[in-house]
């Protein structure tokens, strides 16, 4: 357990057969190498760790950066409730199958098979590659993403018909576990709906925390040299290999820390809650703190404030002046200087966030 409890919460990326990284770093004499074991510690101060207590204590000081964001710590309980409501329906529905319906044990298990059904029928709509709308129209801009024409197999939607179906499926579920007044298929279907939805939403969880705190493409050589010929020679020589990327890692790490904890309240408390209100009732309070947390996500992934991403060209100038070495970081195709973004979106380690500070553009996504 305690071996387990430090691989969730201080992250390592890589297996030990793999964990040297040859990092080139410049000096006053020049650039030289050196050998870097571990990679968290590499990304917050720039060299690796001495000995492997260092690297555990920059898992947690990088986990407890994550944690301090208000959107990812949202996120994070959104997804370990959805994982602490599988097993507290998984749960219900065997009692419920055993106590008002008196299946025998076979046929418990066979009704509760009906989550994993779901679950699994969720697969092939988590392969982003064959339903992304990027495979019938690549957008030519970023400005294009935000158009009001969208496709079914894009993620905004997908992620809108998880977050909205899930609480239903949840609340029919609630609704038509009476006991006998049901046909037992019914409360079956409805497991099997929250199966479904819940896997979809914690897929997109994930797929959210792996678009907005990706920072890989934004230093030059953080994943081999840098290609463009715009930087200047001393930069081009720098590079820091990562196998993944320790913020990834690190959000990873707590959302699967809470899901655990979660789960394991929820499989401790579930008989007794069942016992002191029943089990529609009990269903339905899970319901209905699956809603709410829907209702505080929905307000965190809202794009509500315009921030500049770009400095302008006058600002360009005077960094340039102050330093001949330096250009801003563009990517893509940008149709404008500025850019919408949502509260998830405005944590201090998101990539937005990093390509303000390596812009120099002062102050923090959140501020006035």
């Given amino acids: 357990m305690g071996v387990l409890l430090l691989n969730v919460i201080a992250p390592e990326v890589r297996r030990s057969a793999f964990r040297r990284t040859l990092a080139e770093i410049i000096g006053e004499g020049g650039s030289f190498s050196r050998v870097a ?33 208000p959107g990812f710590l949202i996120l994070a309980i959104y997804a370990a409730w959805v994982y602490a409501q599988f097993t507290l329906i ?27 059904i779901g679950s699994a029928l969720a697969i ?10 990027a495979r019938y129209q690549p957008p030519r801009t970023d400005s294009m993403t935000y158009q009001k024409v969208s496709l079914w197999s894009s993620h905004t939607i997908r992620r809108t018909l998880a977050m909205v179906f899930l609480p239903l499926a949840a609340i029919g579920y609630a609704l038509t576990s009476k006991g006998p007044a049901f046909a037992v298929a019914v409360p079956c ?35 081999g040299r840098p290609v463009r010929k715009s930087i200047v020679e001393r930069y081009r020589e ?11 890692s690190a959000g990873m790490a707590v959302t699967q820390s809470l899901k655990f ?20 009732q009990a269903a339905g309070i899970v319901a209905g703190v699956l809603l709410f947390l829907t209702l505080l996500l929905t307000a965190v992934l809202v794009r509500w404030k315009s921030v500049q991403m770009i400095p302008s060209r ?55």
Avoid at 43 to 57: D, Q, S
């Fill in 261 to 280: 904890t979660f789960g394991a309240v929820s499989t401790s408390i579930c008989g007794s809650v069942e016992r002191r209100y029943g089990a529609m």
């Fill in 238 to 248: 720098t590079r820091t290999n990562f196998s993944c990327y320790p913020r990834i």
């Fill in 90 to 116: 998984l749960m219900l529905l065997g009692a419920l199958t055993s106590t008002l319906y008196r299946f025998r044990p076979i046929d418990v298990g066979l009704c509760v098979l009906c989550l994993a």
């Fill in 124 to 133: 092939p709509f988590e392969k982003a590659s064959w339903l992304s709308r």
């Fill in 37 to 69: 074991r571990g990679e968290v510690k590499l990304h917050l101060t720039g060299t690796g760790p001495y000995w492997w207590g260092e690297e555990v204590k920059a898992g947690l000081q990088l986990s407890w950066r994550m944690v301090k964001q």
């Fill in 189 to 223: 279907v409805f497991a099997g709906l929250v199966g479904y939805a819940s896997t979809m939403a914690i897929s997109e969880c994930y797929a959210l925390i792996m678009e907005t705190f990706d920072t890989s493409d934004l230093q030059p050589g953080m994943t």
């Fill in 314 to 368: 006058k600002g360009r100038q005077v960094d340039d002046e102050a330093d001949p070495g330096w250009e801003p970081v563009v990517l893509c195709n940008p149709s404008g200087l500025t850019r919408k973004v949502s509260i998830l979106e405005a944590g201090e380690q998101t990539r937005y966030s990093e390509i303000r500070r390596r812009n120099r553009l002062e102050g923090g996504l959140t501020g006035g």
